[in-house]
């Protein structure tokens, strides 16, 4: 079973109670956050900002005072930048890299489901357009609720397009009072622990920017958003540093003013893949 590193500064909760507060002055009112240290500390993958310069880096945000929901348990414990993400990001025309992650400690069973936001638990319910990716869009939704005070706007399947047959966006939210678009996606092989090269990386990265132009494109005006997010679920630090690596590689044009989050799982994780 893989483990996160202990943290450096603090945990947000798990299973609704405070694991660590050991940042001086670290209120627990508000969801716990690890300042620049993860799971795999020492790489500068972690602490490099957006690929494209103008704004700190991300292991050097300030969260603000709104950030999350401190009242709802989060399955599973969060590290790395939570709560970074402001109108600095939400209203630029560059993309923007954001790299986290989140450790299981007991995988997650049908109980444990009672214990994630209403937003993750209707995710599950409704369903998804196709696929066996409800599980990931729940907890890619859980992670954006208590990081960034994400609200469930409509669910994949909720969102109209014109056309109809138009490539879809995973999830509307609501953030920082603006509708963001969510798309979910996993990079993970098969056996679990084989290679993921960068080329394997950037197909699927290419893959999504591309489906996230379109939907950006067709969606309907009543649904719009003003920026989607790109969030990858990764089995493994490797995972995660073959997406970082492939990011440089994809054409501005294609990587727009998406902003890439990567988050790697730890734990007991494999009922998310």
């Known amino acids: ?14 299973f609704g109670v405070p694991l660590a507060w050991v940042a001086a002055g670290c209120d627990p009112a508000t969801p716990s956050i690890d300042a620049g240290a993860s799971s795999d500390a020492g790489s500068a993958l972690d602490a490099a900002g957006p ?25 599973g414990t969060v590290s790395g930048p939570c709560g970074s993400l402001d109108d600095a990001q939400w209203l630029s025309d560059s993309p923007y890299f954001l790299r986290n992650s989140i450790d299981f400690p007991s995988g997650l069973s049908a109980m444990d489901e009672a214990l994630l936001s209403d937003g993750a638990r209707e995710i599950l319910l409704e369903g998804t357009a196709g696929g066996s990716s409800g599980m990931s869009e729940a907890i890619s939704f859980e992670i954006l609720h208590r990081c960034e005070g994400a609200s469930l706007v409509k669910t994949e399947t909720e969102v109209v397009y014109d056309p109809v047959g138009s490539d879809k966006t995973d999830i509307l939210v609501e953030i920082d009072g603006h509708r963001i678009g969510v798309s979910v996606t996993r990079a993970v092989a098969f056996p679990f622990d084989s290679p993921y090269p960068v080329d394997r990386a950037q197909m699927l990265l290419e893959r999504k920017l591309t489906s996230i132009l379109e939907s950006s494109m067709n969606v309907v005006a009543s649904d719009a958003w003003v920026k989607q997010i790109l969030h990858v679920i990764a089995y493994a630090p490797m995972h995660a540093d073959s997406i970082r690596a492939a990011w440089d590689l994809i054409d501005p044009a294609i990587r727009a003013d998406t902003i890439l989050l990567v988050t790697v799982t730890d734990g007991d994780d494999a009922f998310i893949y």
């Open 1 to 14: 079973m893989r483990r996160v590193a202990p943290l450096l500064l603090a945990r947000v909760v798990f």
């Open 51 to 75: 690929a494209d310069g103008g704004a700190a880096p991300v292991d050097a945000f300030v969260p603000s005072e709104d950030g999350g929901d401190a009242g709802s348990p989060l399955v």
